[in-house]
T-cell receptor, first 114, second 111 residues
């Protein structure tokens, strides 16, 4: 039974398009995250929500907009996609905001912008 | 200079050997030190989590933290082909709720 699931797993799209990635966790966790992993494997936090409230908003272009309809879901919408947005995007969740280091990660969404 | 430095590898070892991984960091405010394992096309999973300087052991895995040198290590004893993965170190400071990852070291254990 998947703990943190993301859809889609792969996404290939053209520059300028708008796309969304969905994430759901069934662990009953309060806090969810979006991370970006670039081609050199560096994993960087983008956003974090705690019980539907935005608590971390790193320096990310405002073309990226997270939305948390409830504490089990955190979606990421990206407008006007650029080549540099190509990366693997990971959703994660943790018991609470203090347990960030013990987060469970999803399988990732591999985004390729052409 | 990045806050956390990690040699990308790849590190290739024969089965049964000890794998030795390390990271250095520059920010003395980091309080918690973690190692994650990431298999190809999968998300990272937490392996070890330490708070202070010293050693922590869990099965075949030993994590070491030397805060005075700003240096952390992970040792894998009796390595298996199933240990082949990328290992990411990460550091956390409660102030600012910030988790910073290294770039990962790719490990290949050959049968």
């Amino acid at each position: 039974d998947t703990a943190v699931s993301q859809t889609p797993k792969y996404l290939v799209t053209q520059m300028g398009n708008d796309k969304s990635i969905k994430c759901e966790q069934n662990l009953g966790h309060d806090t969810m995250y979006w991370y970006k992993q670039d081609s050199k494997k560096f994993l960087k936090i983008m956003f974090s929500y705690n019980n539907k409230e935005l608590i971390i908003n790193e320096t990310v272009p405002n073309r990226f907009s997270p939305k948390s309809p409830d504490k089990a879901h955190l979606n990421l919408h990206i407008n006007s996609l650029e080549l540099g947005d190509s990366a693997v995007y990971f959703c994660a969740s943790s018991q609470d905001r203090g347990a960030m280091a013990e987060a469970f990660f999803g399988q990732g969404t591999r985004l390729t912008v052409v | 200079q990045k806050e956390v430095e990690q040699d990308p590898g790849p590190l290739s070892v024969p089965e049964g050997a000890i794998v030795s991984l390390n990271c250095t960091y520059s920010n003395s405010a980091f309080q918690y030190f973690m190692w994650y394992r990431q298999y190809s096309r999968k998300g990272p999973e937490l392996l070890m989590y330490t708070y202070s300087s010293g050693n922590k052991e869990d099965g075949r895995f030993t994590a070491q933290v030397d805060k005075s040198s700003k240096y952390i290590s992970l040792f894998i004893r009796d390595s298996q082909p199933s240990d082949s993965a990328t290992y990411l170190c990460a550091m956390f400071k409660a102030a600012g709720n910030k988790l910073t990852f290294g770039g990962g070291t790719r490990v290949l254990v050959k049968p």
